[in-house]
């Protein structure tokens, strides 16, 4: 299995990471704590299939933690889609990270220059830790991931037949949407809104009010360039075999 693009968010900082389905539940756990700063017995992790939406299941909670039973689990069980999104939270109440917290509403209090030099602030935990866009790589990359996308858009077209294929197998569909979503980022990213030919969706073309294609219900997904191939993908008959006898 190949490695899959989801977004890595905590109460304190977020950024879209690769991770394998074949790492065990522990490995994903050390990875996490390096990007979010939180150990992996006080994570619960819980996993969005939309990265924008409040829909949400829990992959992992502390109860019972143990390094062994996580060893055992592997990442692959849990179905995790490309650009879904993994949250973590930090059930620890002395952690060093939850007074870091307060910071959002101190920072409005504060001139911007005052803030910056304060010590116990999110502002100063990314600095120290090169997060977000503190990382020596973070605006090449971003510029890197984004000219990407728009070249392998250019060859997306409104009316191409597609088809996605992750995980959880292939879904065959139309191009009904090429361009930006401000929902989904203000980066200037461009998303394909495709309609699958079966209920294999998330919406029906719908974003927080905004309907970017009409799609039938669960038909509808928004996804980056990458995910999706165009072709002859024509659609299959339900009913049709393989099998010259019966």
Not at 11 to 24: A, F, M, N, V
Not at 59 to 87: C, M, T, W
Not at 135 to 155: C, G, T, V
Request: charged letters at 35%; one cysteine or more; a negative charge.
């Amino acid at each position: 299995m190949s490695d899959i693009s989801v977004y890595i968010t905590s109460d304190l900082t977020s950024s879209e990471r690769r991770i394998s389905p074949q790492w065990d539940l522990h490995y994903l756990k050390t990875k996490l704590e390096l990007i979010t700063g939180i150990v992996p017995k006080d994570q619960i992790i819980q996993h969005y299939p939309i990265a924008s939406s409040d829909e949400k299941r829990i992959i992992s909670s502390n109860e019972k933690y143990s390094k062994e039973q996580d060893e055992q689990i592997r990442v692959a069980q849990f179905e995790i889609g490309p650009y879904s999104r993994l949250h973590v939270i930090d059930t620890n109440p002395d952690s060093q990270l939850q007074g870091l917290e307060e910071e959002q509403v101190e920072g409005f209090k504060l001139s911007e220059e005052e803030y910056a030099k304060k010590s116990n602030t999110v502002l100063r935990w990314k600095k120290d830790n090169q997060l977000g866009r503190f990382d020596p790589q973070y605006e090449a990359e971003k510029q890197k991931k984004l000219q990407e996308n728009l070249k392998i858009s250019e060859n997306i077209k409104v009316g191409d037949r597609c088809r996605v294929i992750n995980i959880q197998g292939q879904r065959l569909g139309t191009v009904k949407y090429v361009g930006e979503i401000k929902q989904l980022d203000s980066d200037g990213n461009i998303w394909v809104g495709v309609e699958f030919d079966e209920p294999l969706g998330r919406n029906d073309g719908l974003i927080d009010g905004t309907k970017y294609f009409d799609a039938r219900h669960n038909h509808g997904s928004f996804l980056k360039p990458k995910q999706v191939e165009v072709g002859d993908f024509p659609e299959e008959d339900p009913f049709a075999s393989d099998d010259d006898e019966l």
